[in-house]
């Protein structure tokens, strides 16, 4: 009866990881000549780990050999978001290294028990248990305050539920994997069919749309980043407005001129083509 249940929850894990990849796939058509292509085909990469995983487990062996593999699967998830905190031209291409430079030494201690076995799973130390919950801090950090917030709850939900076993929240159970690939199935299939926001202000409904549409796509750390260099060019032009969380707002009631519309659409045209 357990090899059963086994078989069956990674079949579903299996099948469910394929549905991601496939998806992650969409949205790198979707993205093709923007630096969002990549953490789109980082999602793909984690997607075929995790379901290899699934194939993997389908013996229902328990050995380090199998919690290694567990872990570094685990660890792939963290890299669509850090991709996503490199993502502006022109160094988007460099950081990918650095990403999976990260994915690497993540999984470094965890490769490093298959050379000094020291019992039957991966076990870490304090210090790197937080290090891990820092990085899975990283994806609510950056979106929570964008339309995709859900998304990137369900994403760190899925992680911990990966690394429960890791970081003492519970042992391993044939329910995590199934369980965890369920959420970031529903995190993408929530980014994929949520509609762009609708701007709360008049002024510029074009260009509003376009920080919108940026700002829920990047998150916060390079959304606020712009939103920055945006209105030091308000200040140094004397702009009659300023970019705001939601869109572009008026400061005052001076009229905005055509010169001042055609600078602000230049301005913002300028930053965002390191991106988009």
């Known amino acids: 009866m357990l090899s059963i249940l086994t078989v069956e929850s990674n079949v579903v894990a299996g099948v469910l990881a394929l ?107 304090t210090p790197w248990k937080l290090f891990l919950l820092g990085l899975v801090a990283m994806g609510p950090l950056n979106y929570l ?34 369980v965890a690939v369920g959420c970031f199935l529903l995190a993408v299939i929530w980014v994929v069919i949520r509609k762009p926001a609708n701007a709360e202000v008049t002024e510029l409904p074009e260009q509003n749309a376009r920080w919108l549409e940026f700002r829920d796509a990047f998150g916060a750390f390079w959304g606020l980043r712009i939103l920055q260099r945006v209105n030091e060019t308000a200040g140094l032009r004397n702009w009659p407005l ?17 010169v001042q519309q055609g600078e602000i659409e230049q301005s913002l045209d300028t930053l965002l083509r390191r991106f988009l």
């Open 19 to 125: 549905v991601v990849c496939g998806i992650a796939g969409y949205g790198w058509r979707k993205w093709r000549g923007t630096t969002l292509a990549a953490p789109c085909i980082w999602v793909a990469i984690s997607a075929a780990c995790l379901g290899l995983l699934a194939c993997a487990e389908m013996r229902g062996e328990e050995s380090l050999r199998m919690s290694v593999a567990r872990f570094v699967a685990a660890a792939s998830t963290l890299t669509p978001v850090i991709a996503v905190l490199g993502a502006k031209r022109p160094q988007d291409r460099g950081w990918q290294w650095i990403v999976l430079s990260l994915w690497v030494i993540v999984s470094w201690p965890a490769l490093q028990a298959l050379a000094n076995p020291a019992g039957p799973r991966v076990e870490f130390f």
């Open 145 to 178: 305050a964008t339309r995709h917030w859900f998304a990137s709850l369900l994403v760190a939900g899925g992680q911990l539920v990966l690394l429960g076993e890791y970081l003492d929240f519970g042992q391993h159970a044939n329910w995590q994997l199934p």
């Open 242 to 258: 300023r970019l705001a969380w939601s869109g572009f707002e008026k400061i005052n009631e001076e009229e905005m001129t055509e």
